[in-house]
Nanobody, 115 residues
Framework: QVQLVESGGGLVQPGGSLRLSCVASGRIFEFNNMGWYRQAPGKERELVATIASGGWKNYAESVKGRFTIFRDSAKKMVYLGMNSLKPEDTAVYYC?????????WGQGTQVTVFS
């Protein structure tokens, strides 16, 4: 059974920084893609950033230049560095991974950016 566990969420003021971490457990040797999605209250879940096993990265336009995704495949971990945080970044952030045709999700970690 594959499990994804996030950590690193919290409260931060606008302009601040956070780093999210996600560790995967289970029998999959290497996931194809890993990444982060987020869901704000009353909104649909949206892509934040993903990184492929080969290193190709994809970012939402709203976070480009502020967020950085990286992974350690050997440790089955993916990270999201978030700088210059804005109130509109407030959401539950979900770790994501896929292998073949199966998607896996973490339970989510809350990020709140408040004035």
């Amino acid at each position: 059974q594959v499990q994804l566990v996030e950590s690193g969420g919290g409260l931060v003021q606008p302009g601040g920084s956070l780093r999210l971490s996600c560790v995967a457990s289970g029998r999959i040797f290497e996931f194809n893609n890993m990444g982060w999605y987020r869901q704000a209250p009353g909104k649909e879940r949206e892509l934040v950033a993903t990184i492929a096993s080969g290193g190709w990265k994809n970012y939402a336009e709203s976070v480009k230049g502020r967020f950085t995704i990286f992974r350690d495949s050997a440790k089955k971990m993916v990270y999201l560095g978030m700088n210059s945080l804005k109130p509109e970044d407030t959401a539950v952030y979900y770790c994501y991974a896929d292998y073949q045709i199966v998607n896996y999700w973490g339970q989510g970690t809350q990020v709140t950016v408040f004035s």
